[in-house]
């Protein structure tokens, strides 16, 4: 049997998920009733924010305890992760864990291109899977299992129409991986590491979840005619021409009807990971594992799925972008039925693991560990006086030459576009949904430069650590 005084840590990250895709956490629209038992049986963070709206800078953040910009990984597509920075997974592996990586990981490269593990990843047990369709070969581990079940990918793969069947689907294969991995080392602890591309776009759910959510049945996005007026010109741009500069469709040109069936695609998507979550969790149950098992569920970032006319991501910042879901379960051993309102990001989550597990935090990391709040020795709903996130032109074929910064205090949220005289200041208290820029507001311009001092503050404080003391 493994050291029962070490937890094993199930790390499920989804991409692209929004924090407003639960049905526990307040959507009536969507069925989740795996992460709604998550809910009851664990600590949900309400209020939890990435570090970038783009996948690499935000995933080279949680996976290293550090901000994008101290990583040097600010962009998606770079050729390589940096020598130097050290993964959670490898301090694990350091401290008598073994881990595994299944799904993506995209700290590096993308479209087509084989991803090179960093330096110091500290996976024992690797099953890359970039994203589900093919053109990485045998490197997609996802694509070779197909071809091994006799599946082509090419006649079975239906896009919009019906995407691929529930039981050869990536979130499907993921969770069968997942339980290999747990029953293969189950004699020492663990750490897995689950990256399920969905519910990224291209929004292809299998027909038997699309049909659960009629169209008809669906929100319409948020939206306020003129809303984009004062708002920075990107966001006119995809509006008019679509989304990431055109990688997606224009909100403009779409129908009601079809706004509301890109809605239906990604609950059905999501309805999809609940369903392979539950199994997770199902056999952690019958194994006798789960109560020494913490269980994590987050996501990279956001989806704009047309609210304010925008759909996939980019140099963004509204809530529908930055915001995500936040959950960690073992009832065993932290607390449960628990809602926490404090701020948090995900550069917090490398230090609880370490915290968690008893291993000292390296002072290299710059997250704040929120261990104390899941065994009930802190105040749930205390514990950051703000949030920050970074966009330093991340999307190479999109937003060109966009470097912003923003910083959240809870109820005020300001948008830095630096060397742009435009920005956005949204006040939550009277504006939650984020319509009414008051940037140019002139009885806000006293208010506006407090928090762009703020903002600069907490610029500032992401300078790397090791820095500063080799400075000392």
Request: aromatic share 10%.
């Amino acid at each position: 049997m493994s050291d029962q005084s070490k937890p094993n840590f199930l790390w499920i990250c989804t991409d692209q998920q929004r924090f407003d895709t639960i049905r526990g956490l307040g959507n009536e629209h969507i069925n989740t009733p795996n992460l709604d038992r998550l809910l009851g049986e664990g600590v949900s963070f309400d209020r939890t924010y990435c570090q970038s709206p783009v996948c690499t800078p935000s995933r080279a953040s949680f996976l290293t305890g550090r901000y994008p910009r101290t990583t040097r990984t600010t962009r998606n597509g770079n050729d390589h992760f940096p020598d130097d920075e050290i993964l959670v997974p490898h301090i694990l592996s350091e401290n008598g864990y073994t881990c595994g990586l299944i799904g993506k990981l995209h700290l590096s490269a993308a479209d087509g291109r084989t991803e090179v593990l960093p330096k110091l990843h500290g996976y024992d047990m690797v099953k890359w899977s970039h994203g589900p369709r093919d053109g990485w070969g045998d490197d997609n581990a996802y694509q070779a299992w197909l071809r091994s079940q006799g599946v082509s990918w090419e006649t079975d793969y239906h896009g919009k129409n019906g995407g691929i069947r529930p039981e050869h689907h990536q979130t499907t294969w993921c969770a069968n991986e997942a339980i290999d991995f747990m029953d293969r080392h189950a004699d020492r602890p663990w750490m897995l590491s689950i990256n399920i591309f969905d519910p990224h776009h291209p929004f292809d759910p299998p027909e038997e979840y699309k049909k659960k959510y009629p169209a008809e049945d669906m929100p319409l996005p948020k939206w306020k005619e003129g809303e984009l007026d004062n708002k920075p010109l990107i966001q006119r741009q995809d509006y008019e021409h679509g989304g990431q500069s055109g990688l997606g469709p224009s909100c403009k040109s779409l129908s009601d009807r079809e706004k509301q069936e890109y809605v239906s695609d990604f609950y059905a998507m999501v309805d999809l990971i609940d369903a392979q979550v539950g199994r997770m969790i199902d056999h952690l149950d019958a194994t006798g594992m789960r109560d020494n098992t913490i269980i994590v569920f987050h996501s990279d970032h956001g989806e704009m799925l047309g609210d304010h006319g925008l759909i996939l991501k980019g140099g963004h910042f509204y809530e529908e972008l930055v915001h995500v879901p936040l959950i960690v379960s073992c009832p065993a051993r932290l607390m449960t039925e628990v809602r926490s309102h404090a701020l948090v990001e995900l550069v917090d989550l490398a230090p609880t693991i370490l915290d968690l597990a008893g291993i000292g935090v390296p002072f290299t990391m710059q997250g704040q560990s929120l261990a104390d709040i899941l065994r009930g020795k802190a105040d749930p709903d205390k514990h950051k006086p703000s949030v920050y996130c970074e966009y330093y032109d991340a999307l190479p074929a999109a937003h060109k030459g966009v470097f912003a910064t923003m910083y959240f205090d809870g109820r005020y949220k300001l948008v830095v576009f630096h060397g742009q005289e435009i920005g956005e200041f949204y006040d939550h208290e009277t504006d939650p949904d984020e319509f009414d820029n008051r940037w140019e507001d002139p009885s806000c311009k006293a208010l506006k430069c407090e928090l762009i001092l703020a903002n600069f503050a907490q610029s500032v404080a992401t300078v790397d650590p090791v820095q500063i003391v080799g400075n000392f």
